[in-house]
């Protein structure tokens, strides 16, 4: 399941940083987990590093995005691919 941010976000960036996926990023109101990059940091970490680091608990999983850890790790190594075909000359 992907995370999401909720409107108790205090737009603090605390958690751009721990995304080794890029998914975090800043929105029009408060900062945003695209669903497409996020792994819940599995192959990466054991656990996700943004809940942790958010001090007002914002980050939540996102309902309506319930993924398998093996869909979740596919994503991981799809995410990983592209990023190696967009270094390449």
Known sequence: ????INEDCINCAACVEDCPNQAIS???DIYMID??????CLGYHDEPQCIPSCGVDAIIPDPDRRETRDEL???KERIASDVLMSAKP
């Open 1 to 4: 399941m992907a995370l999401k």
């Open 26 to 28: 800043e929105g029009p």
């Open 35 to 40: 669903p497409e990059r996020c792994t819940e």
């Open 73 to 75: 790790l596919a994503k």
